[in-house]
């Protein structure tokens, strides 16, 4: 199931090496629940339509020049507007916070108001910090399968237990593809339409193979073996060969699967004895990659049928 996620401040704080400017205690029981973030330029000057003070605010040097413009008193008055609307947390771009008057810091302690500071330039800092606030409050699910990057597309092979999916994965980093994940798949909605997988951090690099046990990837085979992440270009779901079904041979069309409400190109393959599955993925990503190229092998095929039976049609008009 999908979960919601926060990042703590003093988590934020420690991976962006932050310098807390007012009392620490206030990071304590902090969360950030939001990834967008606000320059409060408008607010400054009075605007707060549409102002959502769950986003980190962030005050850069075009701010704060402008706050030191003011007199004392403006300065007060705007500050305690700011910090009155509850915000999660104002962080100072550039290295200022040094020089920002006790008020400014007794108006945030007196609102409970954590504020932090950055020696990095606001534009640079803002990217790094909706980066990783994209990713760290992405909507996820965990799934139990196996990732790996085959040619550059990212598939998610899934399965019932035992129907071979680590051994798979196994075969396809021998012939020099990488593991991303085995036996649970993290899966980030990090857009729209993308889909970002990642590895639980307990068992990253690891596969279980039944009869073996546990074998480290990385160690084995090198760090060209493995990655921390990948997109999910398309899925593959390995099943039990059942004769009585019919299987898709052409591929005119691409059935889809659903996760975290974005659709995923999903491939159903048979497994019997004899089939090598790890070849068949290298073909099936292959194949997508050109698909999504522009190319399409089954919509050649129909094409030329097509123009076969036009042309028989053509020579039985003429002898008639």
Known sequence: MAEGNSVSLKQLAEHFQLRVVTSKSLLKGREVTNAEIN?????????YEYFEPSRVQIVGKVEYSY??????????????????????????????????????VTIAEKYATPVLETEEATSRFSAKLIQYLTDELAPRISMHGVMVDVFGEGVLILGE?????????????????????????????????????????????LIELRGVGVLNIKELYGVQAVRINKTIDMVVMLEPWVPDKLYDRIGLTTETMTILETEVALYQVPVMVGRNLAMIIEAAALNHR??????????????????NVKRKKQKKNLQN
């Open 39 to 47: 320059r409060p330029a408008l607010q400054l000057t009075g605007f």
């Open 161 to 205: 237990s035992g129907v071979g999916k680590s051994e798979t994965a196994l075969e396809l980093v021998e012939r020099g593809h990488r593991l991303i994940a085995d036996d649970i798949v993290e899966v980030h909605k990090t857009s729209q339409n993308e889909l970002m997988a990642r590895g639980v951090d307990m068992i990253r690099n």
């Open 67 to 104: 706050l030191q413009s003011l007199t004392h008193e403006e300065r007060v008055r705007i500050l305690e507007r700011l910090f009155s609307t509850n915000i999660s947390c104002l962080i100072v771009c550039r290295g200022v916070a040094d020089q920002i008057d006790e008020d400014f």
């Open 290 to 307: 050109q698909k999504k190229m522009g190319y399409n092998a089954a919509e050649e095929l129909r094409d030329r049928v097509n123009e």
